[in-house]
């Protein structure tokens, strides 16, 4: 278990940003690709973003692609989601996660991944 935190997530206003942070205490990220996910209520998790473990090459989901930047800082053992110009449907409860793949696939399937945070409640509204 990798003990995934996240933090930074708030009530903010349609068209404010967000930064997201993702870490574990006891573990070294930088072994793992990692990715974004988010759940509103009555839905299923939504795949966001994700992250290779260089840092390389990232994937995004359709919905975000544009507004969301995965990035990680190794170095810090922690992974990012700059969030930009947030709308009323990004409201949900955000998660980190690590692959259960070994290897990088752009893949954004909730069921390839694994060792999920508590997550952080992001709230856009007016």
């Known amino acids: 278990q990798l003990q995934l935190v996240e933090s930074g997530g708030g009530s903010v206003q349609p068209g404010g940003s967000l930064r997201l942070s993702c870490t574990a205490s006891r573990f070294t990220l930088e072994h793992f690709t990692m990715a974004w996910f988010r759940q509103a209520p009555g839905k299923e998790r939504e795949g966001l973003a994700c992250i290779s473990r260089s840092g390389e090459v990232t994937d995004y989901g359709g919905s975000v692609a544009g507004r969301f930047t995965i990035s990680r800082d190794n170095a810090k053992n922690t992974v990012y989601l700059q969030m930009n110009n947030l709308q009323p449907v990004d409201t949900g409860v955000y998660y980190c996660?690590?692959?259960?793949?070994?290897?990088?696939?752009?893949?954004?399937?909730?069921?390839?991944?694994?060792?999920w945070g508590q997550g952080t409640q992001v709230t856009v509204s007016s």
């Open positions: 996660a690590a692959d259960l793949l070994g290897h990088y696939s752009g893949s954004l399937r909730a069921a390839d991944f694994g060792d």
